[in-house]
């Protein structure tokens, strides 16, 4: 059976995307020439605000005064939670050491980077667990300093949430500074902060393409675009709970793409019946965003049994992949393109996105097909390293040599050739890169 296609989106998630390009290429070079007194200028224009750019610990204490004692207790189970996955995805990576041929050892050291600069929105919707999210795992990593950047309201400054999220996960110093300005700040070290080594967090299409454009001068943990979902449900799901999540993740935006694959084309037209129920029923900005997602991004599949389900899944590579189903192993097996999976009804994205460990920095718009999400190990670099015997370099050195000298990189071969000469002045070898 093909797929058939209840509901087909009319956009996708870069339909209306705008060449940002140039804009966000010349308020970079702006501020890399003119420094502070340039960021804080653009600060004015696009955040509205002319606050002290770098939080004072007097103003973070009085920032998280303002946050409800069961908020904090909340974001502190998140945190936990956060830091104990991270915690143990650093245990998967491990400094090693190998004899490769006698004499000759090579390993691998892992080292986190120096300078981590995590972006938190905070425009349409405060996102605190961003902050945590980004934040505890550059700690988990070791790396040596941290900066949270967060954009700050008019008259406001940065969600007091944010701040106490962005404290007690471990960062170093608050940046009051939104979109490409907070982006360069760090990147570019002002205000007195060290120069990030790597960006990360999520951010609108603007952060997105300076990301993209520091790539290579500094590390990033992906170029995002707009969040997307898709669920996987057969005939065992309830129509109202997958219409519900549905509908969690298309409140994130209006190109938020949200997707719905099935076998069991029943329980698709009532998810399709539920859908604009449950999303009349959302506060206005909500109820704004996840009607134009559903309307104009949304997909509705029915497929002819679970291997095109999969395979269907797997084609559209989604930054969160929901699994309502029977047989929760076999998915589990069988899927191999996704950002996060949250298998069976019992969890679900904004578990993911909020409080239970995984993390919620996503590959989306199909990055899911090389790339993982943000983990402790994006802030790490694996380095290698070797040491040689002088017998152990001697077979190394040989081939060394002849490889070099067929590639005919001469002054290669040389620095073979004369360790050899060196450590074995009595013996002749063939160094040539042919049989004759």
């Known amino acids: 059976m093909a797929r058939e296609y209840l509901k087909k989106a009319t956009l996708t998630s870069t339909s209306d995307a705008s060449n940002v390009h140039e ?9 890399e020439a003119g420094g502070d007194a340039k960021a804080l200028e653009y600060a004015a224009k696009f955040d509205k605000y002319e606050g002290n750019v770098l939080l004072t610990e007097a103003e973070i204490e009085a920032a998280c005064a303002l946050v409800p004692e069961k908020l ?51 425009g349409r ?7 945590i999210m980004t934040v505890t795992t550059a700690k988990v990593a070791g790396c040596s300093h941290i900066v949270a950047c967060s954009p700050p309201r008019p008259g406001v400054g940065v969600a007091p949430a944010i701040v ?5 996960c471990g960062a170093d110093k608050i940046l009051a500074m939104g979109g490409v300005q907070g982006v360069a700040a760090m990147t570019f070290g002002l205000f007195g902060l060290p120069p990030a080594n790597i960006l990360v967090g999520p951010g ?34 309830d129509a109202t709970i997958v219409a519900a999540d549905l509908v969690g993740q298309a409140e994130h935006g209006y190109n938020s793409p949200v997707w719905l694959v099935t076998d069991d084309r029943p329980l698709a037209e009532e998810v399709m019946r539920l859908v604009p129920i449950l999303i009349a029923d959302l506060p206005e900005l909500n109820r704004d965003n996840a ?6 991004y949304a997909e509705v599949i029915v497929c002819g049994d679970r291997e095109e389900m999969a395979a269907t899944s797997d084609d559209y590579a989604p930054e969160h992949l929901t699994v309502q189903a029977q047989d929760l192993d076999w998915w589990l097996e069988n899927l191999t393109c996704y950002g996060s999976l949250f298998l069976g009804e019992e969890t679900t994205v904004a578990f993911g996105d909020k409080a239970s460990g995984t993390n919620h920095v996503l590959p989306t718009s199909r990055a899911a097909t090389y790339t993982g999400g943000l983990s402790v190990h994006k802030y790490m670099k694996i380095v290698t390293w070797q040491r040689a015997t002088r017998d152990g370099a001697k077979p190394v050195a040989i081939a060394t040599a002849r490889i070099s000298r067929l590639e005919g ?5 040389r620095t073979a050739d004369i360790r050899l000469a060196k450590y074995f002045p009595d013996e002749t070898f063939d160094l040539t890169a042919s049989d004759e």
């Not at 006698?102 to 892992?110: I, N």
């Open 409 to 413: 990189m001469e002054g290669h071969a």
């Open 164 to 168: 106490y999220a962005a404290k007690i």
């Open 291 to 296: 009607a134009k997602a559903w309307r104009d």
């Open 72 to 122: 904090k207790r909340d974001i502190e189970f998140s945190h936990a939670n956060v830091k104990k996955f991270a915690e143990a995805q650093k245990a998967t990576l491990k400094d090693i050491e190998v004899e490769i041929v006698p004499g000759l050892v090579a390993g691998q050291k892992t080292i986190p980077v120096d300078a981590a600069g995590c972006y938190v929105p905070g």
């Open 125 to 131: 919707y405060s996102h605190i667990a961003s902050a």
């Open 204 to 237: 609108n299409q603007f952060v997105a393409e300076a990301k993209r454009i520091l790539f290579g001068r500094v590390g990033i943990d992906m170029i995002a675009g707009p969040t997307d979902s898709l669920i996987i449900a057969d005939a065992s799901a």
């Open 23 to 31: 804009l966000v290429a010349g308020i970079l070079n702006d501020i």
